[in-house]
């Protein structure tokens, strides 16, 4: 396993922000007053994502139905992108079960929000084939690479 920190790469982040795709949103609620919401709001609206909200009460968000984990979203539907605005204490749980759903919902990279670090779970994935950006926010990425 990978002993130095984590480096996000500019080609993953131009790649996941200009990149229609589903991204599965782990902590979004119907909470409008989140960050998480209005950070999912961008994401569908300017960069054209459809969102997945993934929280314990499963709560619909932004027009989606959502699910309790990433476990519970059904078969068939593809999640490119999984985002977590979630407690670093909660990361490493969140990345194994996406590591176990990567087949299944065919994902491709995992989006650690602002202040989401978690150096061993990024090494996890990185090593499982999934691209990781840790610690930013694509509202703050987004200005950088707008094409």
Not at 46 to 67: K, S
Not at 107 to 118: F, H, M, S, T
Request: proline share 5%; glycine share 6%; with cysteine.
């Amino acid at each position: 396993m990978s002993t130095s920190p984590h480096r996000n790469d500019d080609t993953v982040i131009r790649h996941l922000l200009t990149t229609p795709a589903t991204w599965a949103v782990v902590g979004l609620s119907a909470n409008t007053q989140r960050t998480a919401y209005g950070v999912s709001q961008f994401l569908r609206s300017t960069l054209g994502h459809r969102i997945i909200p993934v929280h314990p009460r499963a709560e619909e968000a932004l027009g989606e139905t959502g699910y309790a984990a990433l476990a519970d979203i059904p078969d068939g539907t593809a999640v490119e992108v999984v985002d977590l605005f979630v407690n670093s204490s909660l990361v490493g749980t969140i990345v194994d079960e996406a590591i176990a759903q990567k087949d299944r919902l065919g994902i491709q990279a995992l989006w650690l929000q602002l202040g989401v670090v978690d150096e061993a779970a990024a090494a996890r994935a990185a090593e499982a084939g999934l691209d990781v950006v840790m610690n930013t926010c694509p509202k703050i990425e987004y200005p950088r690479f707008r094409v």
